[in-house]
């Protein structure tokens, strides 16, 4: 199976494919479009130009009532007047589904998010993460062709948070349910995701597997959107060679031709006490984070460094001098 | 321009323009019939009716500030109670609001008349001699319309006040601010809004009321809109209740516009 | 909590104001219970007389059915026409939608005594004074700006992703209308009915121009305050306060909260 999502104004010529059971992540910040592009699969939004489509078929004109896509919204958005099984029952009904067809796949599916007994509950008297959960069941009830996920774990507190996490991920795989999750919290989707669509300012900048993003970004923006990081900038003068304006040179991976202008990624927990590369620096602040330190060293030639130690012995007090090292192969070069 | 949802206006909009805005412009239209002004200049023109116009203004403010004098009190209270005494008093203001004006009226003459309840009590526990006259003149309009309008005050107050932040109070407390300070300094100045738009709703209402000095005024206090309906009805002229309209209508729109010019100026700062 | 002075000085004062309010209300109980002939305050003693000289009156049993129906039918087509007309006014985008939205509301602002008279004039001319239909339009007219205010409100507080909600389940316009919206909103349209019932049912101003010999019972009353003070009128204000009464418990119950209207 394949889907399109072409060329939308407000998103910049946006394409993207999910494969059939894949669970895709549309990662980004706020007014990066992700939500536009979402409300336009759903069919909230109608494309200036582009077309959607599901199993080979067009879908861009449906509207959202005929499109079989199963969605959780943000707040749930849980019909406030029907009870849990009437949420559920909801798009069966509209589907003119038999009365004992529905109490079957109604009472299948709350057996799979766990909420047998809660039929008669009103969504009100429910806590977050079992309205989240009628939300899940009311969305896969009907066994849609694809489920979208509108940042559905914003409003549980972090733990609930990790719990729905790994249960929508559990129930995703065991379905094998075509899934689009919009999120802007990068944890959050490297969690979760087969593959993650990075957006920024209505265009894709990287559609990639969870580590491909971390660890080999395409750009500036996807290195520091994703975890921490140390970005500069430079020049290839030789072959594995990159040096900085300030005249510092680092070995490097990379194939890139002598001359090209290129972006240099070191994650923080790369840093050894030593390496190929070494930086001295003096420590500009430190934070002690449990299981590690978090440092910003002050090096020379003007470089500023992130670096993450493990949290073994005592920790370099601010005005300390610290040497650390990286190898090659811990540096991404884009 | 893109259109979208026009349609179900439609039917409500038809109501409107056939039994609301076309009668009032063709009667409107009467009051130049022939292409004369003569009534324009009758009605502002002489001292007999400029007085009617007069007498409805003073009481419309007379009844404005007697509206805020009581009405501030209670939308204060009721917006700084307790949520049980909040409904309780919502209740005793919006059962005289949704109360027939008639039943009120009626219940004020029966108060306030010659042999009434007032008066009975005063003359039976001796403290006066005579009757006082408090129906068919000023006070009992006065009286009557102000227990009428004094909900549409009320209501406005009580939003305003709601939306003042408890912790702002609180916070001037703290500072060592007295009871009235807090309320001269943080109140006032915040509830602004709401006394403005209740005086500007009272107003324009007392400015076009009938029922009450028709029946309270016993024909010895005359307002405009019981001047329009003498003409209609007892006089049958047609262009001159018009003219009436017309100038009462201008006046309303004029303290509209007025308000919504000074709102809009004051939320601008 | 500590009570200061100047809280207390402001409870008794609105205690008083509250008294003001609450006395024309109060004072119709005993006197349409008076055992006396006239108008007399103290009643001397307590009789019924009052209330069956108004069941025993076929003019105020008629007055009393016709404005039943007439408030009934003003509800009903009060509603038919502004719950559309306040579903376009908050959701539709098309010229001219401030505009109407100031007509919609106009008819409050305007003199009630200058729409009487205008539409008056009219109606005399089609031969409508005296038609129960002909005050229904009038009051629907004026009672149009309550249902915008109240069903526009109930519609700006609405959750739109549940309408959302039930698109993407399958559900057409019409059912997420019929099946999401409407029933959420019923407590607006529950409180917007009512108040179009009540204000036409108070209602005299028009009444007094348009009813001609079929009167409704606010127009009988008028004509018998002018004529002559007499305590079935008591007796009819006192069941006039019970209506309303129960009306505002059901608002208050089946309604949109009483303080939202407020606002």
Known sequence: ?334 | MKSRGFLPALPALILLFVFFLFPVVRMLGFSVEGGTFDWYAKALGEELYLRVFWNTFEIALLVTFFCLLLGYPLGFLMATTTPFWATAGFIFVLLPLWTSVLVRTYAWMVLLGRNGVFNRTLIESGIIADPIPLLHNFTGVLIGMVHVLLPYMVLPIYSAVRKVDPAIPAAAAGLGASSFAIFRRIYLPLTLNGIFAGSVLVFVLSLGFFITPALLGGGRVMMIAVLIEQQVREALNWPFAAALSAVLLVFTFAVYALAQRLTRTETAR | MKTSPSRRLLVVACGLIYFFLMLPLLVVFPISLSSAPYMQFPPPGLSWQWYERYLDDPQWIDATWRSLYIGGATAVLALALGVPLAFALVRGKFFGRILIDRLALAPVIVPTIILSVAVYGLFAKLKLIGMWYGLVIAHTVLALPFVVLVIGAGLRDFDRSLEQAAEGLGASRWRTLARITLPLLRPSLVSAGLLAFISSFDEVVVALFMAGANMTLPKKMFDNIMMEIDPTIAAVSVMQILLVSIVLVLIGRFGRGLKDSAR
Do not use: W
Request: charged share 20%.
């Open chain 1, 1 to 334: 199976m394949a889907k399109r999502f072409g060329d939308v104004v407000a998103l910049d010529h946006v394409s993207l494919q999910v494969a059939q059971g894949e669970l895709l992540t549309i990662l980004g910040p706020s007014g990066s479009g992700k939500t536009t592009l979402l409300k336009v699969v759903a069919g909230f939004e109608t494309p200036d130009g582009g077309t959607v489509k599901v199993g080979g078929i067009e879908i861009t004109a449906l509207p959202p009532a005929r499109r079989d896509i199963g969605m959780v919204f943000q707040n749930y958005a849980l019909f406030p007047h029907l009870s849990v099984a009437a949420n559920v029952a909801f798009p069966l009904e509209m589907r003119n589904v038999g009365r004992s067809e529905i109490d079957t796949r109604v009472a299948q599916a709350l057996a799979m998010v766990e909420l047998k007994g809660y039929e008669a509950r009103l969504p009100r008297q429910l806590s977050g993460g079992q309205q989240q959960r009628v939300a899940l069941a009311r969305a896969i009830v009907f066994n849609p062709r694809l489920l979208l996920l509108d940042e559905p774990f914003g409003a549980l507190d972090r733990k609930l948070r990790e719990t729905m996490q790994l249960e929508v991920r559990r129930l995703q795989r065991r379905l094998g349910l075509t899934t689009v999750f919009i999120t802007h919290d990068q944890e959050e989707a490297l969690v979760l995701s087969d593959r993650i669509a990075v957006m920024n300012k209505g265009t894709i900048q990287q559609v990639a597997t969870t580590t491909e993003i971390y660890e080999r970004p395409a750009n500036d923006f996807v290195a520091d959107f994703v975890g921490e990081s140390n970005i500069f900038h430079g020049t290839m003068s030789a072959p594995g060679t990159v040096t900085f304006d300030g005249g510092r040179t680092l070995q490097v991976r990379s194939e890139k031709p002598a001359g090209a202008k290129v972006g240099v990624l070191m994650r923080p927990e790369r840093f050894a006490p030593s390496g190929a590369n070494v930086f001295t620096g003096e420590v500009v602040e430190s934070v002690y984070l449990g299981t590690s330190f978090k440092l910003r060293l002050a090096c020379e030639g003007g470089l500023e460094l992130l670096v993450r130690q493990p949290a073994r012995g005592p920790m370099p007090a601010a005005g300390a001098r610290v040497t650390v090292g990286i190898d090659p192969e811990s540096i991404h070069v884009f």
